[in-house]
Nanobody, 124 residues
Framework: QVLLVESGGGSVQPGGSLRLSCTAS????????MAWFRQAPGKEREGVSG??????YYADSVKGRFTISRDNAKNTLYLQMNSLRPEGTAMYYC???????????????????WGQGTQVTVSS
């Protein structure tokens, strides 16, 4: 069975940094499109960043501050988050699509598998 496990969340002050990790198993990681979504209480889940073998996507709200990457040898997806803002407070979810590619901007409907989430809190 496909399993995605996020880690790296925590509490930081505005302007701080965190690196999220997502380790995947049970799927062909190299061929999968991967993404990070987030959801704050009372708000809809939104796409933060996505990466396939050929393209990278960032939401306008995080461009220039977040960097998505993947290490296929380790079946791991990363999200480096710099210059964090209070608006970044949310549960962050790793997602995977076996299709290998998705349309940008990313949509949660395109992703079949999801991790349990890791909490990111940005506050002073």
């Amino acid at each position: 069975q496909v399993l995605l496990v996020e880690s790296g969340g925590g509490s930081v002050q505005p302007g701080g940094s965190l690196r999220l990790s997502c380790t995947a198993s049970g799927l062909t990681f190299d061929a999968s499109a991967m993404a990070w979504f987030r959801q704050a209480p009372g708000k809809e889940r939104e796409g933060v960043s996505g990466i396939s073998w050929s393209r990278i996507y960032y939401a306008d709200s995080v461009k220039g501050r977040f960097t998505i990457s993947r290490d296929n040898a380790k079946n791991t997806l990363y999200l480096q988050m710099n210059s964090l803002r209070p608006e970044g407070t949310a549960m962050y979810y790793c997602a995977a699509s076996p299709k290998g590619w998705v349309h940008f901007p990313i949509s949660a409907d395109d992703y079949n598998y999801w991790g349990q989430g890791t909490q990111v809190t940005v506050s002073s």
